[in-house]
């Protein structure tokens, strides 16, 4: 399943290079604050690479008014998903990695006690936080 988005396919999916970076004061991250259309951009940044002649996807964050929060997705050159992490700020909540067929080679909540918390903000279930079947 070539980059098939698969955490909250119903989010908008923009790529990153029609983001804008703006300088406003974050309330969670301290990091950099998009903008798409002259708004705090909401829903997914999308990476790609144009090296095999097509586009494809090379990694997704998501952006909660403007701020880099949420999930954080890297994929593999044959678009299967490699990592994806939860993220608060600076701070992993989870992640889980997989090998090039999509098989989970493990996953690690590093700040469960966030879990609800950011999961509120971003409008996704916590029982999400695990790995995906990909295969």
Known sequence: MKNTYK???EQ??????????????????GGLY????????TGFAVGTD????????TWEQQYV?????????DYYNNGMIKNESLDIGATNVYFVEYDEEGNSLGDNFFAEDLLEELC??????????KPLELN
Do not use: H
Not at 34 to 41: A, H, I, L, R, V
């Open 7 to 9: 955490r909250m396919p």
């Open 12 to 29: 908008i999916r923009i790529d990153y290079e029609d983001l804008t970076e703006t300088k406003k004061v974050n309330i969670y991250t």
């Open 120 to 129: 509120e903000i971003i409008g996704e279930d916590p029982k999400n936080a």
């Open 65 to 73: 008014k403007g701020e880099g929060i949420g999930w954080s997705i």
């Open 34 to 41: 998009m903008d798409y259309k002259g708004e705090p951009f």
């Open 50 to 57: 144009y090296a095999s002649g097509k586009r494809e996807v």
